[in-house]
Nanobody, 121 residues
Framework: QVQLVESGGGLVQAGGSLRLHCEASGRIIAINDMGWYRQFPGKQRELVATITRDYATNYADSVKGRFTISRDNANNTLYLQMNSLKPEDTAVYYC???????????????WGQGTQVTVSS
């Protein structure tokens, strides 16, 4: 019933920009914190940025000043604006959303399917 759909990934040249979207849908009671993670080949998934229900944000040092995380609570959507992209940003990006689904009484973590971001030099 509940699912996350990611979009916005693609191929871009170094210095360019991309905007990732993650939309939650289904029988949702509430959404709490959200975040973006990325995974390089052969490496563990790492945190990129998080945003709370009250819009407090946190960023990995590697993306500070370049990436901006935001959310639209009315539309259950999470965004990641990525500017000044570098080749080392190339990875699969995943959204993570804490959702209380019907008929649950607590939150659980849901993951998007992942979207590939490739930055060429």
């Amino acid at each position: 019933q509940v699912q996350l759909v990611e979009s916005g990934g693609g191929l871009v040249q170094a210095g360019g920009s991309l905007r990732l979207h993650c939309e939650a849908s289904g029988r949702i009671i509430a959404i709490n914190d959200m975040g973006w993670y990325r995974q390089f080949p052969g490496k563990q998934r790492e945190l990129v940025a998080t945003i709370t229900r009250d819009y407090a944000t946190n960023y990995a040092d590697s993306v500070k000043g370049r990436f901006t995380i935001s959310r639209d609570n009315a539309n259950n959507t999470l965004y990641l604006q990525m500017n000044s992209l570098k080749p080392e940003d190339t990875a699969v990006y995943y959204c993570n959303v804490d959702i209380q689904p019907m008929p649950a009484i607590s939150y659980r973590a849901y993951w998007g399917q992942g979207t590939q971001v490739t930055v060429s030099s």
